[in-house]
T-cell receptor
Framework: NAGVMQNPRHLVRRRGQEARLRCSPMKGHSHVYWYRQLPEEGLKFMVY????????ESGMPKERFSAEFPKEGPSILRIQQVVRGDSAAYFC????????????FGPGTRLTVL | GENVEQHPSTLSVQEGDSAVIKCTYSDSASNYFPWYKQELGKGPQLIIDIRSNVGEKKDQRIAVTLNKTAKHFSLHITETQPEDSAVYFCAATPANTGNQFYFGTGTSLTVIP
């Protein structure tokens, strides 16, 4: 059973460009979470999605950031008009159930904004 | 919202010694407490977790204890080995937040051979 897949693993963008980060959850998991990790810091929650629904986006910046988890295909975190402060590691996690259940993390996408 | 604090931020131990990492949380509604190990350049890996209806859980050299009254939980690693060197994160999940995890700031553990 493959784990959580994320791609790309590394992404370099210039200021003003768009970044698209993809996450394929573990097989059978229908809940996806995105977290951001700044250098030498803990992980900060961004958004929680189920198939075709955003459940909680309280951690997502109001502008430039969006997320989706379509019926078919991976979840996508999209950052428009990137700025240097967006440079971070972005991790996706998946869970089979809602409620107090464990989350399994992917290897992350390391975004560098030049 | 929930606030998780983690101590110490760095910890060095001699191989074979024990390591203890402590976390406190603020929201009494939190009921699930996982611990993750993160190696350089990799994603966090779940190593052990505990739910609020249990006071202690052990898995080989790793154990976690939970004190609900005091709102703190701890990770214990015995007989440490060099491969235990990594950053460890605790997390807490309040039951009413849709399973959002609140993470501590991490402990960088170094096991000296």
């Amino acid at each position: 059973n493959a784990g959580v897949m994320q791609n790309p693993r590394h992404l370099v963008r210039r200021r003003g460009q768009e970044a698209r980060l993809r996450c394929s959850p573990m097989k059978g998991h229908s809940h996806v979470y995105w977290y951001r990790q700044l250098p030498e810091e803990g992980l900060k929650f961004m958004v929680y999605l189920q198939k075709e629904n955003i459940i909680d986006e309280s951690g997502m910046p109001k502008e430039r950031f969006s997320a989706e988890f379509p019926k078919e295909g991976p979840s996508i975190l999209r950052i428009q008009q990137v700025v240097r402060g967006d440079s971070a590691a972005y991790f996706c996690a998946s869970s089979p159930l809602a409620g107090s259940d464990t989350q399994y993390f992917g290897p992350g996408t390391r975004l560098t904004v030049l | 919202g929930e606030n998780v604090e983690q101590h110490p931020s760095t910890l060095s131990v001699q191989e074979g010694d024990s390591a203890v990492i402590k976390c406190t949380y603020s929201d009494s509604a939190s009921n699930y407490f996982p611990w993750y190990k993160q190696e350089l350049g990799k994603g966090p890996q779940l190593i052990i977790d505990i739910r609020s209806n249990v006071g202690e859980k052990k898995d080989q050299r790793i154990a976690v204890t939970l004190n609900k009254t005091a709102k703190h939980f701890s990770l214990h690693i015995t007989e440490t080995q060099p491969e235990d060197s990594a950053v460890y994160f605790c997390a807490a999940t309040p039951a009413n937040t849709g399973n959002q995890f609140y993470f501590g700031t991490g402990t960088s553990l170094t096991v000296i051979p």
